[in-house]
Antibody
Framework: QLQLQESGPGLVKPSETLSLTCTVS??????????WGWIRQPPGKGLEWIGS???????YYNPSLKSRVTISLDTPKNQFSLRLSSVTAADTAVYFC???????????WGQGTLVAVSS | ENVLTQSPGTLSLSPGERATLSCRAS???????LAWYQQKPGQAPRLLIS???TRATGIPDRFSGSGSGTDFTLTISRLEPEDFAVYYC?????????FGQGTKLEIK
């Protein structure tokens, strides 16, 4: 059973870049079955898909965030990462990583990590 | 993008009652690629239903999904205390993947 775990700073200053990593265990990030995605949830609000990456390196982003998002793979470490630039308070959220199949539902999920944007 | 609207926003019911949650899409959901998730406070969402009606592994059969096109329903036949949570629908038939705003199922 795949397990995912997010890590990264819990506080980022406005205008800086948010960087998070998702470590995949009990399975290989290089398998051709899963895409690896990021989803966020502002406090008390709903879920928003940020983007996904395939083992080949192909990336797919939500147009609403595309200009500020980069998702990348670190295959030797079995990790994938999220970078979100020029953050504002509106980017304060719990950030989840998750696996999904091509045109598929999100499962499994990491436990989530809260990132606050504040000076 | 395909906007999903869930109703009601909050549903107040008692254990043992039947819950019916609705998810309406602004455009037809390709291949009925619609999922339902349950989320409890401080936890990640848990997959309940995929493909509009297929229960995920380990999900009790009191949970059922139905619908097609633009109208989908999650039904919980007899509520257990652990079912009170927030429920989200999500479409994965077109990009960007989108979620509904959620229905909070609370104890009456």
């Amino acid at each position: 059973q795949l397990q995912l775990q997010e890590s990264g700073p819990g506080l980022v200053k406005p205008s800086e870049t948010l960087s998070l990593t998702c470590t995949v265990s009990d399975g290989s990030i290089s398998n051709n079955y899963y895409y690896w995605g990021w989803i966020r949830q502002p406090p008390g609000k709903g879920l928003e898909w940020i983007g996904s990456i395939y083992y080949s390196g192909s990336t797919y982003y939500n147009p609403s965030l595309k200009s500020r998002v980069t998702i990348s793979l670190d295959t030797p470490k079995n990790q994938f990462s999220l970078r979100l630039s020029s953050v504002t308070a509106a980017d304060t959220a719990v950030y989840f990583c998750a696996g999904h199949t091509n045109w598929g539902w999100f499962d499994p999920w990491g436990q989530g990590t809260l990132v606050a944007v504040s000076s | 993008e395909n906007v999903l609207t869930q109703s009601p926003g909050t549903l107040s019911l008692s254990p043992g009652e039947r819950a019916t949650l609705s998810c309406r899409a602004s455009q037809s959901v390709s291949s009925n690629y619609l999922a339902w998730y349950q989320q409890k406070p401080g936890q990640a969402p848990r997959l309940l239903i995929s493909g509009a009606s297929t229960r995920a592994t380990g999900i009790p059969d009191r949970f059922s999904g139905s619908g097609s096109g633009t109208d989908f329903t999650l039904t919980i036949s007899r509520l257990e205390p652990e079912d009170f949570a927030v429920y989200y629908c999500q479409q994965y038939g077109s990009s960007p993947y989108t979620f509904g705003q959620g229905t909070k199922l609370e104890i009456k």
